[in-house]
């Protein structure tokens, strides 16, 4: 993953790359010690803030760029084979980065449900950076509850988890470490005019025709 540092300092064209994984216990990656400086607080409206400390997220109009490619890993099949498993011929889904966050020792958050708008699902990655508590909350829009208690950031196989766009979650307070993840809000699309709301791949026109005229 690499990252530029926040803009106030003067080094403002370097980047920070972070290997993983990471254990801040052991040993703080100096890198990752810029990254929590380049992160500001969650703001108090919209989130309940029940912990000791505030969790924090990463500007978004910072740049970061992530060796991390949903496209490249199976992630997308399984959440359309489990929480789409009726999704009919001629759509697909896609992702979209949402934000990095970070929570560190005493640190929590509740997030509130929020428009689905043209978001189905969310994907949370969690990152190889180790971590004890944080455990992830998810409550469905009938008031089911899951918990999902992860492995703490250890080594392994990619952890993430995905719930629908009608569920709201909550991330426990950290007690150990540092819990960081990345968000990816997952949208459905459609070939040509399959659906409610179609989405063609191309939109014909007057000019469109006129040019391919000459071709065909």
């Given amino acids: ?12 064209g370097i980047t920070h790359s972070l290997d993983f994984p ?8 100096p890198s990752l010690d810029m990254l929590i ?17 505030e969790s924090l997220f990463y500007p978004p109009h910072l740049p970061l760029t992530t060796t991390l490619e949903i496209a490249n890993h199976p ?27 970070i ?12 428009p689905a708008e043209t978001r189905v699902a969310t994907i949370l ?33 990619m952890e993430w988890t ?16 540092c819990r960081v993840t990345i968000s990816y809000a997952v949208h459905l699309k459609s070939f040509g005019p399959a659906g409610a709301q179609p989405d063609p791949l191309i939109h014909p026109s007057d000019r469109f025709l006129d040019l391919l005229s000459p071709v065909l």
């Fill in 125 to 157: 990655v969690t990152l190889p950076v180790r971590f004890r508590g944080g455990d992830l909350v998810v409550r469905s829009a009938d008031g089911n509850e899951e918990k999902y208690h992860g492995r703490g950031g250890k080594v392994g196989d």
């Fill in 1 to 12: 993953m690499y990252w530029p540092v926040q803009p106030r300092l003067p080094q403002s």
């Fill in 37 to 53: 400086g380049a992160c500001r607080p969650h703001s108090v409206s919209g989130l309940e803030d029940f912990s000791e400390h």
């Fill in 22 to 29: 990471i254990d801040v216990d052991y040993d703080m990656s």
């Fill in 162 to 177: 995905a719930f629908m766009a009608d569920c709201d979650h909550e991330i426990e307070p950290v007690t150990k470490g």
């Fill in 103 to 114: 929570w560190l020792k005493g640190s929590g958050m509740r997030a509130p449900l929020k």
């Fill in 75 to 101: 992630i997308l099949e399984a959440v359309r084979n489990t929480l789409f498993p009726t999704l009919p011929t001629g759509h697909y889904l896609m992702t979209i980065r949402d934000k990095l966050q």
